[in-house]
């Protein structure tokens, strides 16, 4: 890695993983969703937001966890998803940290008086995202609107975020569940990079690892927007591949021979 830093004058690895969501959100569509995300919890109502795997959900929620005051919110994710409607509960009881009662009942009960002390006696208004939602039992969906019903559904106290596959869109449409798409009125798509937006993303993950000049070349970025379907995680893991083959060639420059022989290296990992 020291290798690829200083022959490419980077002071860090240009695509990995650990990014302040910050630097990603310079990317235009991402500020949007997180505006639209905000505006939702600040309106104390509730939203969805879909899109690929890869294309920026969780660090639009990142984002959002940041800039919302403890002093207002009090934030929590869950990641687990595939679990019954009583696993659930025990999972948000352990998030809020109550004690995981046995029953499904006093789980609710505890989560519910909860939220509302919260909101009742401390001003503080309750976010709760469902990451992988597209994966949300129909008994755990079917259960959320009775969730956010409090004093009679007149009171705003909690927000939920549910967070998807497109699929979950569709899921969403179904008569059963009538009731809770009444209360999340908010919708966000965060849609893959076009080859435009491509460019600029990635261009921008090596200028902000210290790269002051373009060593992806035009040809090579269109490849990489086609190959990668213009998803930023596959971008990533192809952008670091064709980086270390350039490397190996002492290339400066990741060219559309680079980037054919990536796509070959990354193999499933592009799918």
Request: with cysteine; glycine share 6%.
């Amino acid at each position: 890695m020291n290798k690829l830093l200083s022959f490419y004058s980077l002071v860090r690895p240009p695509f990995s993983k650990d990014i302040h969501p910050s630097e990603m959100l310079q990317m235009p569509h991402l500020q949007e969703a997180l505006l639209a995300l905000k505006a939702a919890v600040e309106g104390q109502t509730s939203a969805v937001m879909t899109g690929d795997s890869g294309c920026g959900k969780t660090c639009v929620w990142r984002a959002l966890e940041e800039e919302l005051s403890q002093g207002r919110y009090r934030v929590h994710y869950l990641s687990n998803s595939a679990v019954n409607r009583r696993d659930f509960y025990r999972q948000l009881s352990a998030a809020l940290g109550l004690e995981p009662h046995s029953s499904f009942a006093a789980l609710y009960n505890g989560v519910s008086q909860h939220i509302q002390e919260l909101a009742s006696q401390h001003r503080l208004h309750v976010v709760i995202a469902l990451d992988e939602a597209h994966l949300l039992n129909i008994q755990v969906l079917e259960h959320l609107h009775i969730l956010g019903n409090f004093c009679r559904d007149s009171k705003p106290w909690l927000s939920l975020v549910l967070m998807g596959l497109p699929d979950l869109r569709e899921m969403l449409k179904r008569n059963i569940l009538a009731s809770l798409i009444a209360r999340i009125p908010i919708r966000i798509q965060i849609s893959p990079l076009d080859p435009e937006q491509v460019k600029l993303y990635v261009r921008h993950r090596m200028s902000n690892a210290g790269c002051r000049r373009d060593v992806f070349s035009d040809d090579a970025l269109l490849l990489m927007a086609k190959a990668t379907r213009g998803l930023m995680r596959r971008l990533d893991i192809l952008g670091e591949q064709c980086l270390n083959m350039a490397l190996k060639a002492k290339s400066n420059i990741v060219d559309a021979t680079v980037v054919q022989k990536g796509i070959q290296a990354c193999g499933d990992a592009l799918l």
